[in-house]
């Protein structure tokens, strides 16, 4: 006890950062324990969704990804693909949030050691802020990619301290591989990049002539050549990324070509609306805009939206002015506005983030932070010193990055670090004003901090999670996907209480009505989506399903066909087609279809139903390879019955019995697997076995027709009355 004592004397700074770490680790993983609960959890939408899958596609070996250019900034979905091929669903779901919360507790450490310059006090409090912040310890809990990107600007922030304390080559192109990384979460951290000379000129006079090892350094380390190798550092981190967009895309694209599109969202005539957009049929007619512009390449699409929004704002420099600070408002507000999932739905399901999180005449916590951060950020202004001139060209640079395009909690989560130390500094200012009798000054200082206050903590505007529209179209999904349709009917109808015009919760709600069975229900809601959006697809298939099952097989027959003639490659529309085909009696043509879906869609069911086309045709040998292959993509009853039954077609007894008594280790239940052994035993001339097999099979079906036919065969044949 006494060696662990002195050590802890000793060592202040470790110690106090092993306390960070831990602090902000406990934090995070109980906040962890509590949100599983959540339906979100291990069913992530919109982003997270994306994410997941494409983690899951390069896990599997799928490392270069479509080709074209990336649409997203590829590092994270890299991650996430990294945990995937040790951990893949559904442990996926807690391991990476394990790693999310290591990589927040890394960055603990770094903030504390970047703000311990400033004093030992002051960095515990803002670390400990750090660390019970709640906005930071949601985003650290969704399968997003803030928490890599705090990293790494944290990261990079050191860096770039550390080559100004200890100029060498090495050091500023290191600091600009963090800085290529950081755009490789996400791209507009390459402006403050672009900025960093205004930082280097500015701390020029107060760098050290020479390295701590003595070295004379003033020969490269001028701001322009410790700039330029900064940039190296940034190109070599790029620089694959553009290469594979070149060879797999064929286009230029430097990370991803969803800048532009971005870009428009925040700076057109419709903010409020465009803003708010969601997946779906608003999205995709956005998407496809450039599209019919005759714009077939992705860079091509994206400089579309950039002129489009820039255009907008030249013809109109007074409506840009005011949406520009009406955005800057926005991201010094307190609310934490939504992107894609309402944050203030996840307190709820935890305790903590109820404790962290809410909006109570402040918008606690960055109602709190912002007036605090602003009024450190005057209080120091005049300070020359080269770590704080750092962080506030960042604070500045970044969140003019953000305001540029648009405003959202998830975007400015990533600032909050460098936002805490001004607010330590601001408070810590006022308090030591006060504490030294200074109360005039105090007061000066104490005025505009209470206007901030006030200004900056108006509601945001966001519906509540209990009115939030998108939300609960969303829960819908979430269940629909689980495939328990109660409760996405549920809140599919909740969803259009609030809005009922949402073409998504009306497609949502249809497809729950059908998996209930409830066929005119599911038809009605599938085709008020397909009224007002003819081009879902989706929603097609959907009412051509409802259809088939109320006896309208021309008319569903129509809907698959508009189905395929908007959306010819959809794997779900050849599938329906088939299947109606296959039951129609035309299984030659229905072939085609089917098989086209097991090329995009796999699964049992659909090989199963080659298989039944096949055998329809007569064609056996393919059949029983439809089959085979249906079973290797699971193992059910139904695939070895299917192949008992080509089997008893080629009078192939044994190979039929063997089959048959598969599908019985499956499922004991299985009638047609005793109905095909009855079959069986009568070919081999054992019709005494066969009648018992098949009064078997009536036990467990009275109605099955073969087994009562098989049963009056067999009974005949054992010369039964």
Known sequence: MKLKL??????????????????????????????????????????????????????????????????QAPLYPYFLGSIARIWPEPALFTAARIAQALLAAASAVMLYRLTRRFGPTLAMTVT?????????????????????????????????????????????????????????????????????PLWLHYSARSRPATSPTGAHSSAWSTPYRSWAWVI?????????????????????????????INFYIGNNARYDSTVAIHPGHHW?????????????????????????????????????????????????????????????????????????????????????IAPLALLGLALTARQRDPGLALLRLFVAVYSFSVIVFFVSARYRAPLIPALLLFAGLGAFRLYALIKSGRYRVALIHTIPLVILLAALNRPSGDPSPDRDAQLQRDLGEVYLRREKYDQAAHYSRLALELNPELPTAHHNLAVAYLGLNRYEEAA?????????????????????????????????????????????????????????????????????????????????????????AYQATGDHERALAAYRQALTQELRPEGFVALAAVHLLRQDAEAAIRYSRNALQLNPEQAEAYVNLGYAMLLQGNPEAAVTYYQQALVIRPDLEPARRGLLRARRAAGYR
Not at 16 to 29: G, I, Q, S
Not at 52 to 58: D, K, L, P
């Open 6 to 71: 002195a050590w802890w004397v000793h060592h202040p700074s470790m110690a106090a950062a092993t306390l960070v770490f831990v602090a902000t680790l406990a934090v995070r993983l109980t906040y962890m324990a509590e949100s599983r609960s959540s339906p979100f959890f291990a069913t992530p939408v919109v982003d997270a969704q994306t994410y997941v899958e494409r983690a899951g596609h390069i896990a599997g070996g799928d490392i270069l990804g479509p080709d074209k250019p990336f649409w």
């Open 128 to 196: 400990c802020a750090y660390a019970l912040y709640g906005p930071l310890v949601y985003f650290d809990g969704e399968l997003l990619g803030v928490s890599l990107e705090t990293f790494l600007y944290l990261a990079l922030l050191t860096a770039l301290f550390a080559a100004w304390k200890a100029p060498s080559r090495r050091a500023w192109a290191g600091a600009g591989l963090l800085g290529g990384l950081s755009a490789l979460v996400r791209p507009n951290i390459l402006l403050f990049i672009v900025a960093l």
């Open 232 to 260: 190296l550092g940034v190109v070599i981190a790029i620089a694959p990324v553009t290469t594979r967009n070149w060879i797999v895309g064929g286009e230029p694209v430097l990370i991803s070509s969803n800048g532009g």
């Open 284 to 368: 995709e007619e956005l998407v496809l805009e450039p599209v019919r512009a005759g714009h077939d390449k992705h860079a091509a699409r994206s400089r579309y939206f950039y002129d489009k929004a820039l255009a907008w704002a030249s013809d109109h420099p007074l409506a840009y002015a005011q949406l520009l600070a009406r955005k800057t408002w926005l991201f010094w507000a307190g609310p934490e506005l939504k992107r894609n999932v309402n944050i203030h739905y996840a307190r709820s399901h935890s305790h903590v983030l109820a404790t962290l999180l809410w909006e109570r005449g402040i918008a606690f916590p960055f109602g709190l």
């Open 524 to 612: 009605e809601h599938a085709r008020w989506a397909v009224d007002r959006v003819p081009r879902r697809a989706d929603s097609r298939v959907v009412l051509a399903r409802a259809l088939i099952q109320l006896g309208q097989t021309n008319s569903a027959r129509s809907q698959l066909e508009l189905a395929l003639n908007t959306a010819p490659s959809y794997g779900q529309a050849h599938l329906h087609m088939g299947r109606l085909l296959l039951h129609s009696g035309a299984p030659g043509n229905a072939l085609p279809h089917l098989e086209e879906a097991v090329r995009q869609l796999g699964g049992f069911w659909t090989s199963y139903d080659v298989g039944r």
